[in-house]
Structures are given as structure tokens and as C-alpha cells.
């Protein structure tokens, strides 16, 4: 029977080294498992040193890969642990499999890092890529032998994560793209069509009508300001970026935000299904409650919503309930904090959290897709109204002199 030297951990994070005999490294594995020991790599005793990690330099190493490249990585790398692969041949099968050099580098040093005895989440801590949320799931995962399903739960929260973006996305692109439209609509009539038209118009030498005469005024007033305008437009871009950097200025922006109508319902839906989400992802995977509420804080993109998620944070270490902070007016949906209510009192919170988000994110779909419907016959009729005042001042102009 071969001998196989190993590298493992204990659930209090111990680095162990060690051999043991066995038919194959995976009985190996098996063997130590029963022992509640976290593996990280087995082999044959006679296959001395871990072969070096593959590395070459290309360009692309040094972009940071996307959230995308990460899930779909933990998704893989869950399914080889959850199959009985150790963690440092997991992460050798990511290197090997990876056609992206970023990836590549990423899983490198952390391959190399746990070579070095530390643990897989203390090593993707060391790298900005990594959402808090995925490495606080690693640690407990990894103290708890549970690293297999906890990945799996980390990638597909970065996934859902990920499709809530697009939503909110899609369902706001739309009329920016519109607006854009109509800037640029009226400004190549305001600078091109109607100077033309106003020489042809005055060459008749007769008095206009009203609308002809206020279109032209218009245009010439945006012709012969032109450069104050374009001042007090970079002036006010410059202002609103400052306020947004701002903390306070993006406190109160993000605080308006909500209580615009349907966008505020838009947003305070999204808010709920990333705080429902990552809270019950969290907690299922076994970290605190307070610990969980400071990692999901900074995940909040609303700041207002962040700052509720704060204050309800210090009020369960002041010894209050969950529900009743997350219950203020204009802030996340009424139906979280009564269901985070019933959670608390039925010891189930991680699965009503997981309810509550599946819930709002059919909400979601439905309102988005509401919105773009009655958006865009809006945002037509703004545009045909623009040209259409165009064409009748000039038109009227024309038969007023037949």
C-alpha cells in the first residue's frame, strides 16, 4: 500500500502535515475528512516537491478579472471539492483549465500562498477581486468543513448579484438612451437646420408668426451663448461629481432617489433583494448575525439603504430585534421587516430572507418591464413633440405667405 504525504487544517485553522498509507490519495482524503480535517493536498511520498505553478507573462495578467471570471471559477471549484479533490489540486485544475491570463495569475498566487500554510480565505483576502462577503463565507466554510457547498452558495449569490445589476441596467439604459437622442435631435436642429431656414425665411422679407419667431429666437440665443453654456454645463457635471463623491452630497442623493416615483420603487426593490440575499446567504453559511450585517453593509449600493442596514446593526447589539430597524418609512420594502419579524421568532431567518428575495426579484422583473413599456411612447412623444414644433413653426411660416 503506498504511502502519501498531506497537507491539512483543523476547524480551528492548525496547519497539519502529515502521512498516511492508502489505496489511492482519494481514500487518503477520505480518511483524513472522517478525522474533520480541512485537506488541502495530497500525494505520493515518492513525488517530491510540489511541482512549480505555471506562470508566463502576458499583458492581460495585469487587468483585474471580472465578477464574472470569479463565479464562474468558485462554481468549478466547489463542484472538484464537493467530488473529493483536494484544495491545492482544485486550484492546480483552475490554473491548468483557464484561458484567461488574469485568472490564471489570480489562482496562482493563491495556490501558492495556501503552499505557504495560510487558508484559502485569508489568501483571496489579499487580492481586491474578491467581494468581502465571498471571503468572510470561505473563512466559515473552512472552520466548519463545509468549504464545498459554502463556494457554491458564494457563486451563486455573485450570480444573482450579477442579474439584479443587469436588470437595473436594462431598465434605465433605455431612457438615457432616449434623452441622449433628443439632446442630439435638438441641438443639430438648433445649430445646423434653423440657421438655414432662417435665411431662407427672412429673404421673403414678411413678418413671421409667433412660433416661427420664438423657434428662431431659440436658436440664435443658443448659437450666440453657446460658450456660456457649454461653462455652465461642465460646471454643473464637476458639481454633481463632487456631490456624489461626497458622502454626505451622496447620502442625500441617494436618499431622493427612493422617494422619486417608479424609480424609487425600482430602487427600493433592488435594495431588498441584495439585502435579503446576501443576509441570508451569509447566515446560512454560518457566520453571525452581527457579522453578517457588517458585511452586507458596505454591499448596499444605496447609501441611505447602507446606512439603515447600519443602524439596524447597532440596534441587535443593543439587544433590539432585527425587524422593527429595518421598518423605517422609505427605506426597504414593508414586507422584509414583517418577515424578518417571523423569521426571528420561528428560528428560520436565512430561509425567509431567501423567500423575501425570490419574491422581490419577480417583483422587480415585473415592474422593470412595466416601465420600459410605458416609457418609451413617452419618450416618443417628447421627441415627436420637439420635431413637430420644428416642422409646424416653419411650415406656418410658409403658407402664412401663400
Known amino acids: 500500500m503506498p504511502l502519501y504525504t498531506y497537507v491539512a487544517r483543523d476547524t480551528k485553522g492548525k496547519p497539519e502535515r502529515g502521512s498516511a498509507d492508502g489505496v489511492s490519495a482519494a481514500e487518503v482524503v477520505s480518511q483524513l475528512r472522517e478525522r474533520g480535517l480541512i485537506v488541502l493536498d495530497v500525494k505520493q511520498a515518492d513525488e517530491g516537491q510540489a511541482d512549480a505553478l505555471p506562470s508566463r507573462f502576458h499583458i492581460l495578467q495585469w487587468i483585474p478579472p471580472s465578477s464574472k471570471d470569479i463565479e464562474i471559477s468558485l462554481q468549478q471549484l466547489a463542484i472538484m471539492l464537493r467530488n473529493g479533490l483536494t484544495l491545492l489540486n482544485s486550484l492546480r485544475t483552475l490554473i491548468e483549465q483557464t484561458g484567461k491570463p488574469t485568472m490564471r495569475r489570480l489562482w496562482q498566487r493563491v495556490a501558492q500562498r495556501i503552499q505557504q500554510g495560510m487558508t484559502l480565505a485569508d489568501a483571496m483576502e489579499e487580492h481586491n477581486c474578491f467581494p468581502p462577503m465571498v471571503i468572510e463565507m470561505t473563512r466559515v466554510g473552512e472552520q466548519t468543513g463545509a468549504l464545498d457547498a459554502v463556494l457554491g452558495r458564494a457563486a451563486e449569490s455573485l450570480a444573482n448579484k450579477r442579474e ?5 441596467i436594462g431598465a434605465l439604459a433605455y ?3 432616449i434623452l441622449v437622442l433628443t439632446i442630439g435631435v435638438t441641438a443639430a436642429m438648433v445649430y445646423f437646420l434653423i440657421p438655414r431656414l432662417e435665411k431662407l425665411l427672412k429673404a421673403m422679407g414678411r413678418p413671421l408668426p409667433p412660433s416661427t419667431q420664438f423657434l428662431l429666437d431659440v436658436s440664435n440665443a443658443a448659437r450666440d451663448y453657446l460658450p456660456q453654456i457649454l461653462l455652465v454645463l ?14 454626505p452630497g451622496r447620502l442625500w442623493i441617494d436618499r431622493i432617489l427612493l422617494r422619486v416615483p417608479i424609480v424609487g420603487n425600482i430602487l427600493r426593490l433592488a435594495g431588498t433583494i441584495m439585502f435579503a440575499r446576501s443576509l441570508g446567504t451569509l447566515t446560512k453559511s454560518g457566520i453571525r448575525l452581527l457579522e453578517a450585517l457588517r458585511t452586507v453593509e458596505p454591499l448596499i449600493f444605496n447609501r441611505h439603504l447602507s446606512r439603515t442596514v447600519a443602524n439596524a446593526r447597532l440596534r441587535v447589539m443593543q439587544g433590539a430585534s432585527l425587524a422593527d430597524p429595518l421598518s423605517v418609512k422609505f427605506t426597504f420594502t414593508p414586507m422584509l421587516s414583517r418577515m424578518v419579524a417571523v423569521g426571528e421568532k420561528a428560528g428560520t431567518l436565512d430561509e425567509v430572507l431567501e423567500e423575501v428575495a425570490r419574491f422581490h426579484e419577480t417583483q422587480l422583473r415585473t ?17 415627436g413633440s420637439i420635431v413637430g414644433f420644428v416642422y409646424i413653426s416653419v411650415f406656418s411660416a410658409l403658407y402664412s405667405w401663400q
Do not use: C, Q
Open 164 to 168: 439584479l445589476k443587469g436588470n437595473l
Open 175 to 177: 431612457p438615457v438612451m
Open 234 to 247: 461642465a460646471i454643473l457635471i464637476v458639481a454633481l461629481i463632487f456631490v456624489i463623491k461626497w458622502p
Open 367 to 383: 415592474m422593470i418591464k412595466r416601465f420600459s413599456a410605458a416609457i418609451e411612447p413617452v419618450m416618443i412623444v417628447i421627441v
